[in-house]
């Protein structure tokens, strides 16, 4: 948070005892109704990922708008080897991540904690 403080509008202590869908749906739900009411552009969460009992890293990822790089870039490439026909989706990811952005949101949050 070095020289940032003035950027943060919430924090949340959650420890691994009481992670549920229902704390990301109201930590989701309190996001959503800051950028509704156009208070901010863009909405990034900052969380640690565990990676073992000694490592821990910094993440952070934009929420609001939803950014596609955040899908594994090798999705497709995974699709395409099992089904050997090429797989298109129709609307394009531009036209499907804003529609579902607000599930995707609740989803994201969900696995940041």
Known sequence: TR???DQIIHTYS???????FE???MIGKHVLELHEKNQYDSIDCVY????????????????IPADPSIFQAD???RIND???KNISFEPG???IIPALEK???QVILYGCL
Do not use: G, M, R
């Open 3 to 5: 020289n940032h403080e």
């Open 14 to 20: 959650i420890n691994d005892k009481n992670i549920d």
């Open 23 to 25: 704390s990301s749906y």
């Open 48 to 63: 640690t990922n565990y990676i073992n009992s000694l490592n821990f890293e910094a993440k952070k990822i934009q929420l």
């Open 75 to 77: 999705t497709l490439d």
């Open 82 to 84: 099992k089904f050997p």
């Open 93 to 95: 990811v531009d036209v």
């Open 103 to 105: 599930q995707l949101l």
